[in-house]
Each structure stands twice: as C-alpha cells, then as structure tokens.
C-alpha cells in the first residue's frame, strides 16, 4: 500500500478545493461519467466531494481511497466506502460498469497499476474516466506567469518523474505539503494503452490562455 500522504491534511485539503479554480470540476465529472446503473467506483476518492455526483447520474457508487483521514471526512458525505491502494484494489474482476479518477494521477507512485487494475475491474465496454491537471502546462515544472490568462512557462525539468516537493510550478499549495509525481503527456498515454484499454476521448479543460486540466475516457473492449 502507498504512503497515505494526505493523513493529517483532510481539512485542510477539503477548503482548499473550495478555490473557485476547481468550480467546474464537478460539471466535468457528471458529464463525461455519464449515466447508468450499475457500480462506479471513485478511485482515489479523497474527502469524497465527488461521491453524490456519481450516485447523481444513477450508479451505484463505492470511494476507495487510501488515507485514512480523507475518509475520515469522506464518511461524513457517503456510507460505501473502501480503504486500499488504487494499484491493488480489492475489488472482484469485471464488477463495475465506471471507474473514475479526479485530480489524482501525480499523487500515484506509478499510474501503470492503476490503469491496469481499472482495466481488470471494468466490465466489458465499461468506461474508465480520468480528469487530471495538464501535464504540460501545469506542474511542478510549468507554470502561468501572470494568472491563467498569463503566460505559460515551461522549465527544465519535464521529463524527470521522481516525486518532488520544490519547483517552478510547485508554489505553497497542496503539492508543496504532499509532493507531486509529474507524468509527461506521452508516459501517461502510453501507459494507458498498455494496459489494454481503447481511449476514445481526449479533452482539454479550462477557460484560460491554456487548458489546467486533461481528461481522458477510455473503454474496456
């Protein structure tokens, strides 16, 4: 199991998503997971704040998350929830018709794991959808000078994947107290596609100078 980084941070965390630069994260969500019936899982599920989005559009929704003080405030929103490590999710093969990850992907050690066990619990045409920060605009080394209607500088250093705490990009937020594991673009798709799943779509969000998020939706043949 992963380093539960966040233990200690829960509330602290929890207002800091309250920033208005996360306002339209949850229109995103419910409309690229789509409806349905059958199980979503929220994986790395965090405080919860996207649970009764899911449950929203029908699903029958389970948070797994591996701090125990994310699910600490996580219980306060939903009941079905699991503590475990994303990359080895206790979960029986081929039993969720969802698998959805928010904000996610730079607290992974490694997302090759993760998209293999997401590919192992989806059922067949089940849907895995990802929404992350953009890996070439935002990190610890790329950052908007100016606001996000500023420029956007890249610095040496993209192609270095180790977890880092200090950077161009890193600032005094959540990244700065939890460290941050960037993913260049072409590592994050290829590992994708390796694990056998079909990506179908590819977004590019935000309304500034240059999109902040990266959503990819991607099908279990």
Request: charge should be negative.
């Amino acid at each position: 199991m992963v380093d539960a980084r966040y233990d200690g941070l829960a509330e602290w965390y929890d207002d800091y998503l309250k920033q208005p630069l996360y306002d339209d994260v949850p229109e995103h969500v419910y409309r690229l997971v789509g409806s349905g019936t059958g199980l979503c899982i929220d994986a790395g599920c965090g405080t919860g704040i996207h649970l009764g989005i899911l449950a929203s559009r029908g699903w029958t929704v389970v948070g797994i998350d591996v701090s125990t003080d994310q699910l600490r405030l996580a219980s306060r929103r939903w009941r079905s929830l699991v503590q475990g490590d994303v990359g080895r999710m206790p979960f029986s093969d081929a039993c969720a018709s969802r698998v959805v990850s928010v904000l996610t992907l730079t607290d992974f050690d490694d997302v090759d794991p993760f998209f293999h066990e997401a590919k192992r619990i989806l059922s067949p045409d089940g849907l895995l959808v990802v929404i992350s920060i953009h890996p070439c605009f935002v990190g610890p080394f790329a950052k908007m000078e100016g606001g996000p209607d500023g420029v956007a500088m890249v610095y040496p250093g993209y192609w270095t994947t180790d977890r880092v705490f200090e950077g161009p990009g890193i600032g005094s937020g959540v990244r700065s107290r939890v460290g941050v594991r960037h993913v260049p673009l072409s590592e994050l798709l290829n590992k994708l596609l390796a694990s056998g799943l079909q990506l179908e779509r590819v977004e590019e969000l935000g309304e500034g100078t240059v999109p902040w998020l990266l959503a990819l939706r991607a099908r279990k043949p």
